[in-house]
């Protein structure tokens, strides 16, 4: 993930997941303190991970930002409905405001 290794020059630690049942496992897993979440992962959605962890008890309160090409406003509408904390369009992003985001997120 070109976003991984801009986080970690910006002196991030970044634990990154191969799929969506990988990312779901080391949800619950690992510790961590935000999540950027793809929406379209192989093995499992991102909507499902977002909804697995905002009904945990230990994590619902965790920020999740969620990153995506899709600008559909119904899928906008299900991730803020589903407690996403953030929605950022792949396409119309840049490596920096990632860090800016994150940075916002983690204060």
Not at 4 to 20: I, K, M, S, T
Not at 46 to 68: C, D, M, Y
Not at 79 to 101: C, H, M, N, W
């Amino acid at each position: 993930m070109v976003y991984a290794e801009v986080l970690r020059e910006a002196g991030y630690r970044v634990l990154e997941a191969n799929d969506g049942v990988d990312g779901l496992k080391r949800a619950f897993d690992d510790e961590w303190d935000l999540m950027l979440l793809d929406i379209m992962l192989p093995g499992e959605d991102g909507l499902h991970i977002l909804r697995a962890v905002k009904e945990n008890v230990r994590l619902k309160f965790k920020p999740v930002i969620l990153l995506t090409n899709l600008g559909h406003e119904s899928i906008i509408n299900e991730a803020f409905k589903t407690s996403a904390d953030g929605y950022l369009i792949k396409s119309q992003i840049t490596p920096d405001r990632i860090v800016t985001e994150v940075g916002q997120f983690l204060k």
